[in-house]
């Protein structure tokens, strides 16, 4: 970073200021975890879930660096989300499944995007979209194979099943999909694996049965990419694991499965001064100064996604050396106590990234404010500008 770049305004080159914070993500890192996510799911196409602006990395250009290491699939939550994509110009197939009533099934249809059905009147929704579109919806079937979320009930399955068929049959929809999403992958060996997995064999063997003929049966996220080989079928769908974050770090490190943390977030020091002992930091005063000493103001808080957990427990590299957050986090600031160690306005702090340089990663974070990497990633606010670094 350093803080020009070679946008001119017509009067000649400008310098852009530097960021007060900023989200470093590195795109090479990205695509690496991409083809190591692949190698381990050698005979399934590779799905990269993108939701949530690419938990907080950027969504757009991380799908295209997904495309360009392969990955034949993007996944979104949302259908704004999936329709974001093509509107960006992204190719490759898209599949989106999180619908309310009245959703913008036709514009997805239109958009060449992939649909998730769990119930009926989804269908209907679909099938209504493909004659308004004038062309057949590409349709996924869902079933809940335990998760308790979204997904048709086994008992609705052959219901559900059977009239997609009919659908098919009237070319108003292909059935391009049959899935389902684990509840408890993230914890090796837990028994609802074995048994979601037995659920969803079962509504694939009931979903040919009724004479479908989907091109991909998928299961697997990041933990079962990683550490579940039969869930892998035709596609694999991981999002965590592909911003280099490991789902079961209980398990393992990222480096321990090949991958490496995408995202690196750090801000400038916006003060460093001076205080007497005895000085009351941040609201509250949860924390007062143990002696004369020196306090440094990072100028990130809660709404740019710095959870308030992490109150008096957060990890910042600053000036060489791990400190924790002084005191509470506010809105846009919080407080380090650098204790005898100096530095100056305008240094960087570290939040988290890989490690490299000695910073805390995202995991330390999760641990320090009782959640997992996924939040403290996903949570960065929109005020933090994301600098895509080797983008192609
Ligand atoms: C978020 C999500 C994924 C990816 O999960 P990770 O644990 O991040 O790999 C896969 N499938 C569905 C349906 C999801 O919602």
């Not at 009351?280 to 809660?302: C, F, K, M, N, R």
Request: hydrophobic share 45%.
């Amino acid at each position: 970073m350093n803080g020009t770049n070679g946008t001119t305004n017509g009067t000649g080159p400008t310098r852009v200021p530097p960021p007060r914070a900023w989200a470093a993500i590195d795109l090479a890192a990205l695509r690496a975890n991409v083809a190591a996510l692949r190698a381990k799911a050698p005979g399934a196409a590779f799905m990269a879930v993108l939701k949530a602006d690419a938990y907080g990395h950027g969504m757009v250009p991380c799908a295209r660096a997904a495309l360009e290491a392969g990955a034949q699939w993007l996944g979104v939550a949302t259908p704004e989300e999936a329709l974001a994509l093509r509107a960006a110009g992204l190719g490759g197939r898209v599949l989106c499944w999180l619908w309310t009533p009245g959703g913008p099934w036709r514009e997805c249809v239109a958009a060449d995007i992939d649909v998730t059905v769990s119930a009926r009147w989804a269908l209907e929704e679909a099938v209504a979209a493909a004659r308004a579109a004038g062309r057949t919806a590409r349709v996924q079937l869902k079933i809940d194979a335990g998760l308790g979320r979204n997904g048709a009930q086994p008992a609705d399955w052959p219901d559900l099943t059977r009239a997609a068929r009919a659908a098919e049959r009237d070319g108003l929809i292909k059935v391009t999909g049959v899935w389902a999403h684990f509840s408890c992958a993230d914890e090796p060996g837990h028994p609802s694996i074995d048994r979601e997995l037995g659920i969803f064999r079962e509504a694939v063997d009931r979903a040919a049965d009724a004479g479908l003929e989907p091109e991909v049966r998928h299961i697997a996220n990041s933990p079962g990419t990683l550490t579940l080989p039969e869930s892998h079928f035709d596609l694999v769908r991981p999002g965590v694991a592909m911003y280099g974050i490991s789902p079961v770090p209980q398990v393992g490190a990222p480096a321990d499965f090949g991958l490496r943390p995408v995202m690196t977030l750090s801000a400038r020091l916006a003060s460093v001064k001076r205080v007497p002992g005895g000085h009351g930091v941040s609201y509250g005063h949860q924390y007062v100064t143990p002696g004369e000493t020196t306090l440094a103001l990072v100028p990130v808080g809660y709404a740019d996604g710095v959870p308030r957990h992490a109150s008096s427990a957060g990890p910042v590299l600053v000036a060489g050396k791990w400190r924790t957050i002084a005191g509470r986090v506010a809105m846009d600031q919080f407080v380090l106590d650098l204790g005898g160690d100096t530095a100056e306005p305008g240094d960087e702090a570290v939040l988290f990234g890989p490690g490299d340089r000695g910073e805390p990663t995202a995991e330390d974070w999760a641990r320090a404010c009782g959640t997992i990497a996924y939040e403290i990633v996903t949570r960065v606010g929109s005020r933090v500008p994301r600098i895509h670094l080797d983008g192609r």
